[in-house]
């Protein structure tokens, strides 16, 4: 079973944990959710492990709106992983 | 209608004022708000600012957030403005006007406006302390309790 591509976006803290802004990755085809995917991402290595150990406190956005982990993705979705936002 | 822009440039309230304003006679009443960077943080004496968005999304976001404030007041027109980059202490970091017929729905606005934009769009503030140290700022508990009030 081949995968998929998706484009990710890191924001703030995450994108310096993780040491890059974006990047395109193929994503096993058994990640159907954002929460798959973030555990995923997890395992990548000691900056994602990081960057997603703080579990609840980060948010996500599929295709630029504000999703759950139970969200599904798929191939070609932007997804971008970051904190609770702090503007105003 | 609401004009949105996100910008690193400072705003003029004044230019913004006339330009919802102009040439309109039906309006009542303008709420203002405009957020500033605080020089201290607990006593710890602020360096600097910075403000990260998510470019695609943050427009949405605002329009969004804007769409649903006109959704529930009879408003005349608004400006958010929000300022990304990096911003020094007394800064001018956001702008929100909203005009109506009359103050209420004007005030109203306007304090649904920032309560929800500090909660709903996508921005991220870094602190720089004098001492050199930096953290990103948490989100506030109160904050979102502020948004939920609405």
């Known amino acids: 079973m081949s995968g998929f591509r998706v484009h990710l976006l890191y924001f703030a803290w995450l994108r310096e944990r993780i040491g890059c802004g974006e990047e395109e990755i193929e994503v096993p085809a058994e990640i159907r959710t954002l929460g798959a995917l973030s555990a995923w991402l997890a395992a990548r290595g000691p900056g994602y492990a990081s960057a997603f150990a703080a579990g609840k406190s980060v948010r996500a956005a599929i295709n630029q709106s504000f999703a759950g982990p139970e969200a599904a993705i798929g191939p070609g979705d932007e997804v971008a992983f970051f904190p609770p936002v702090t503007g105003g | ?150």
Not at chain 2, 20 to 33: H, Q, Y
Not at chain 2, 41 to 58: C, D, F, Q, W
Not at chain 2, 100 to 107: G, T, W
């Open chain 2, 1 to 150: 209608m609401f004009a949105i822009r996100v910008q690193e440039a400072p705003f003029d309230v004044g230019a913004e004022f006339a330009a919802l304003t102009a040439g309109r006679a039906d309006i009542g009443g303008i709420g203002c708000f405009v957020g500033t960077v605080r020089g201290d943080v607990g006593g710890r004496a602020l360096a600097a600012m910075t403000l990260e968005h998510y470019p695609a999304m943050t427009e949405r976001a605002l329009a969004a957030i804007a769409a649903e404030a006109e959704g529930r007041w009879e408003l005349l027109g608004g400006t958010i403005i929000h300022r990304v980059g990096c911003l020094l202490p007394a800064a001018p970091i956001v702008l929100v006007l909203a005009a109506a017929r009359h103050r209420e729905a004007a005030l109203a606005a306007t304090g649904f406006l920032i309560d929800w934009l500090k909660t709903k769009a996508p921005f991220w503030k870094k602190e720089s302390f004098a001492d050199g140290g930096e953290v990103w700022v948490e989100a506030r508990a109160a904050d979102e309790a502020a948004a939920a009030r609405w």
